[in-house]
């Protein structure tokens, strides 16, 4: 019975950091959305890394402790961060820029929280 609990409890800090995850992601979007940040890192200015750095640094390790719960509890890696950082990096002349990248990540994240 305390595995169970434990497992439980596991699973409901797991949720809680999800949720908390995809708020952060979603604010620091908006805020790449918004010319404010360079969140996916496509450029390689010092300036827009270093501004962005920390952001990256709290979104990394909070999907980081998301992905130790998922595996205690044996269930799939989450899937919003691996997306989240396969999206990072160099891309292209011919990639979208980085402010429509994350419009468009508001908008499917937005389709996915309410499918009507």
């Known amino acids: 019975m305390a595995k169970a609990d434990r ?4 699973d409901e800090r797991r949720i809680e950091l999800e949720a908390e995850y995809a708020a952060l992601l979603v604010a ?9 940040l ?3 890192g496509h450029q390689q200015e010092r300036t827009a ?6 952001i990256v640094a709290e979104i990394t390790a909070l999907g980081d402790a998301i992905d130790g719960l998922r595996e205690q509890l044996a269930i799939a890696p989450f899937a919003l ?3 989240f ?3 990072r990096g160099p891309v292209s002349a011919q ?5 429509k990248q994350a419009q468009a990540w508001l908008d499917r994240l937005e389709a ?5």
């Open 49 to 54: 890394t270093t501004k962005a750095a920390p």
């Open 95 to 99: 990639a979208v820029g980085e402010w």
């Open 81 to 83: 961060h691996r997306e």
């Open 28 to 36: 620091a979007l908006q805020q790449t959305a918004a010319k404010r």
């Open 85 to 87: 950082l396969a999206s």
């Open 38 to 40: 360079m969140l996916f």
């Open 112 to 116: 996915e929280k309410d499918p009507a």
């Open 7 to 10: 497992l439980a409890r596991s």
